[in-house]
């Protein structure tokens, strides 16, 4: 059973860079073809953020394209995510989760880490 | 971009009864690509449909889903309380894109 943990700092400073780690366990990060990231604000829906192939090739969501960077590290097993100039819009819990390639859906998810963007 | 609303907003029914929840694009969607989610207070959302109308692993048969094109639906024939929660439809583009509808509420009346 594949597990994925989201870990990073909870709160950041305005206008500074959010990073968090997705740790896989029970299962090779190349054992599956994509992983993304996807946020939830408080209180409100839920945004895509990106992908990562195994191989390290990316897709991000244009809305955010600009800020965002997805690496792999399959050494550890994990993915990552930085998402640099911050404002409080940008306040939300970040999940990440794999992607079930054959059903263009995320059948595994981390628990969430809720980012705090203040000062 | 392709954009999904969802309706109702919030549905107020009781258990037992039967939830029709509605989930409409934009544009056309392949069916292969609409799947639906469950999300309770303080969890990850939980697959419950893929492909418009398969269940995953683990999933009630009281869930099930239907649609084509642009109208896409989930129906939960007979509520039991562990199903009040928020769901979420998402679909998916081939140019590699991700779209979650705004979410609809149900909760017990």
């Known amino acids: 059973q594949v597990q994925l943990q989201e870990s990073g700092p909870g709160l950041v400073k305005p206008s500074g860079t959010l990073s968090l780690t997705c740790a896989v366990s029970g299962g090779s990060i190349s054992s599956s073809d994509w992983w993304s990231w996807v946020r939830q604000p408080p209180g409100k829906g839920l945004e895509w953020i990106g992908e990562i192939y195994h191989g390290g090739s990316t897709n991000y969501n244009p809305s955010l394209k600009s800020r965002v960077t997805i690496s792999v590290d399959k050494s550890k097993d994990q993915f990552s995510l930085k998402l640099t100039s911050v404002t409080a819009a940008d306040t939300a819990v970040y999940y990440c989760?794999?992607?079930?390639?054959?059903?263009?859906?995320?059948?595994?998810w981390g628990q969430g880490t809720l980012v705090t963007v203040s000062s | 971009e392709i954009v999904l609303t969802q309706s109702p907003g919030t549905l107020s029914l009781s258990p037992g009864e039967r939830a029709t929840l509605s989930c409409r694009a934009s544009?056309?969607?392949?069916?292969?690509?609409l799947a639906w989610y469950q999300q309770k207070p303080g969890q990850a959302p939980r697959l419950l449909i893929y492909?418009?109308?398969s269940r995953a692993t683990g999933i009630p048969d009281r869930f099930s889903g239907s649609g084509s094109g642009t109208d896409f639906t989930l129906t939960i024939s007979r509520l039991e309380p562990e199903d009040f929660a928020v769901y979420y439809c998402q679909q998916y583009v081939s140019s590699r894109l991700y779209t979650f509808g705004q979410g609809t509420k149900l909760e017990i009346k």
């Open positions: 544009q056309s969607v392949s069916s292969s690509y």
């Open positions: 989760a794999r992607e079930w390639t054959a059903a263009a859906s995320f059948d595994y």
């Open positions: 492909g418009a109308s």
